[in-house]
């Protein structure tokens, strides 16, 4: 019975005008243990075109993959030269800046969408929704964005890379993405477009959730919920070795 | 050998760590300073985030300062109750300090506070202990006896009243001059995560006059206790106490702190001092060039 109904229930979804997405990634959730040092995604998956394959006399159609970390509430200060040394002088606040932005894609973003779509689903560096709570000028604004970017992008926070999706016979395709070890934790979401003449034909989002595992979750735990504990086994930690190796150095 | 860790969110060379920790815990064996004022500049230069730098070399300090501790209590070295006024001092400090460190992190002054009173201390103290050396190895050279200076104390001490004694120091003054000594050290602890050993020591014999003997016990007495409070108050505000990188840096330094005590016998101790005056220079400079060069990064992050 089973096996009659699956063919019977892809025929609609075949023969429907717009293409789907199957996309998966190969990590549904990272585990960071002492030895992290980042990790690299793979995001993968299958463009499902009614009929099967590529419609005929069609353009190819582009893959953009984003990653984003989930958003933080920020402070972002600037430094400024006062009386010779350099010191924190203005700042923005933002509500939503993503902890982790990786863009990945077939082409240049720039030659896929337009500034309009880039902004409306938040795509590439530049297009992305901040929130600023702070009503400065726009050149303002725009500097202290600019900031923010280059500074995450250094941290390999933030990541552009318009050539990392490969898409094999028009309905495979793949993506990697690196983790570094400074990412924050918490549930991170990988969306994926397929685009064609600069508009999106599909969607779809996967989940993956980074989080400490083991000891360094129970030590990150332990410092934030029992502090007073925490304090105290650092305290006899560090009373404990030092006067192990003073017995030592007696001894020898 | 890459190890993360889970306060500081980042992956570190643990071997690094370790070797950093064994280096101060040289320099702290040989001159019998804490060697928190490296520990933080160089984990800060090496990408630790400054208040998690700060919380975690507080504890170094602590393990650093415990064999010093026992050693001279064992041979007399310790003047309790001037420890004792000493710690209350800076225990009263340490809760001072966590006030300014949480104001200053709110207004965004933090690093450049801290930076600011590095140079300013380092500078000071380096100069006094470079023109000191340079004058006792002077003297040696020329193959006369160093004068012993008359030990007196500062004459703004003996203006303060409730007078007591303190037998072991041998003084008889009003214990608010080392409460108030024991409240400024605590405040650097708390802001520089350091045991502040460097300004106590010439504080108690310059402007207190304690007999030499028991200075650098009390002095150590008085570290162990406030880095431990300033590692629990940092525990329970800031939360930036990684224990993987304390642990880190303790077993780096508590080894290095017992060899450099060894290697200290062999060197006459105006070298000692000279050479420490040329490192806390070094590191007053290093810092100094940090705050007037343009930095490497002109925005900074912080949660709001």
Redo the contacts between chains.
Sequence with gaps: MRRRIAPLLLVPLLTGQAPVLVPDVSQRAID???????AELLLFGAILYPGGRVPAGEKPADIVVVVKGPT????????E?VA?????AA?A??RSAPSFYAIASSRPIGQIVDERTRAIYELGLGSLQLSPTSSDAPEVQAR?GR??V???Q?AGLYLEDPHAVQVTDGVLYRARVGIP??V?VGRFTAETFLIRDGRVLAAAVRDIDIR?SG???F??RA??RS??A??????G???A?????????RRL | MDLYLPVANLSVNALVIVLLGAGVGLLSGMFGVGGGFLTTPLLIVYGIPPTVAAASSASQVTGASVSGVFAHVRRGGVDFKMGGVLVGGGVLGTGAGAWAFRRLQELGQIDTVIGVVYVAMLGWIGSLMLREALAAILVSRRGEALRAAKRRHHPLVASLPFRTRFYASGLYISPLAPLLLGFATGILTMLLGIGGGFILVPAMIYLLGMATGVVVGTSLFQTLFVTAVATMVHATTTRAVDIVLAGLLLIGSVTGAQIGARLANRVKPEYLRLALALIVLAVGVRILLGLVWRPEEIFTVSAG
């Design positions: 960071i243990a002492y030895s992290f040092t980042g933080q509430s920020i402070l972002l200060r600037e430094k030269k010779g040394i350099w010191v924190n700042h606040r933002y202290f900031g923010l280059d500074l995450r250094r070890a400074r924050p400490k000891f360094e979750r030590v990150a410092a934030e502090e007073i925490y304090g105290l086994v650092a305290v930690l560090s009373v070795l030092g006067w192990i190796a003073g017995w030592v150095a």
